[in-house]
C-alpha cells in the first residue's frame, strides 16, 4: 500500500520522507488552513522539490488558479477536497495538463448522501477517489469516519483512506473490503500543524 504525507510545510522534513520512499507529498493551498504551505514556502521552492507525488490540496478554488499553482509549483496531482461538482471537474480536466492526475475528495459525514451516484458522475475525469472525514473545517481534523460505509458501496477508482489516519487505527485496515491504493496521513504524525514527526511516520511506513 502506498503513502501520502499531506500537510507539508519544512523543506528538511520533505527531503527526510523522499529519502525514505514516501510516495505522495501532500502541499495545501488552502488559506484558511493551518497548514497553508504559502506561509512557508514559495512556488519556487516547492518546483525545485524532485519528487514525482507532489500533490496540491485545493478547498473550492477556481479553475484558473489551481492551473497556475500547478504549473509554476510543478504539481504531479491536484487534490479537491471541497465542494467541487462534475463540471467543474470537466472544465479542470479539459483546461488541466494531461499528465497531472485529478484526485477527488468524497468527505464522509452524516450529510453525505449517494456516494455512488456521487462517484459514478466523475466520469473517466479523475485518477484517484479519497475518503475524508467531513468537517465544516474541510480536512486535516483527525478525526476518523466510519470506514464500515465503504463495504457497503462499490469503488470503482482506487482510493486513498484519509481522516485521522494514525499508528493504531492502521491496524484495522482488513475490515476493509476493498483495499485502500493509498493512506493519507496528516494530523496524526504531527507535533503541531504542518510540522511532522518523522520518526513516526517512518514507523507507519514500516508497518505498511
Ligand atoms: O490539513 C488541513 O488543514 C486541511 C484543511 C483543509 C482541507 C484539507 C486539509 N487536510 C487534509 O485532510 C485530510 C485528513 O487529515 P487528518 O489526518 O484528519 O488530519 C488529509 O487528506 C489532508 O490532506
Not at 86 to 115: H, S
Not at 176 to 205: A, C, H, M, W
Request: glycine share 6%; charged share 25%.
Amino acid at each position: 500500500m502506498k503513502l501520502k504525507v499531506c500537510g507539508l510545510t519544512q523543506l528538511h522534513q520533505i527531503q527526510e520522507l523522499i529519502a525514505m520512499n514516501v510516495d505522495f507529498l501532500g502541499f495545501i493551498f488552502y488559506e484558511k488552513s493551518p497548514r497553508y504551505v504559502l506561509k512557508h514556502l514559495n512556488l519556487e521552492d516547492i518546483s525545485q522539490i524532485h519528487h514525482p507525488g507532489k500533490t496540491g490540496v485545493f478547498v473550492n478554488e477556481n479553475a484558473e488558479t489551481v492551473i497556475e499553482i500547478a504549473e509554476k509549483a510543478g504539481l504531479h496531482f491536484i487534490q479537491l477536497h471541497g465542494d467541487e461538482d462534475e463540471n467543474f471537474i470537466a472544465t479542470l480536466r479539459n483546461k488541466l495538463n494531461p499528465d497531472i492526475g485529478i484526485i477527488k475528495v468524497i468527505r464522509m459525514g452524516e450529510k453525505t448522501e449517494n456516494i455512488e451516484s456521487l462517484i459514478q458522475n466523475l466520469k473517466t475525469n479523475i485518477s484517484y477517489l479519497l475518503f475524508d472525514t467531513d468537517a465544516e473545517t474541510f480536512g486535516g481534523t483527525g478525526k476518523t469516519f466510519d470506514w464500515t460505509l465503504l463495504n457497503n458501496i462499490k469503488i470503482p477508482f482506487p482510493y486513498f483512506l484519509s481522516g485521522g489516519i494514525s499508528l493504531e487505527n492502521s491496524n484495522h485496515l482488513n475490515t476493509l473490503r476493498q483495499t485502500p491504493f493509498s493512506l493519507d496521513i496528516n494530523s496524526k504524525f504531527e507535533t503541531e500543524p504542518g510540522i511532522k514527526d518523522v520518526e513516526k511516520i517512518k514507523r507507519l511506513y514500516e508497518k505498511l
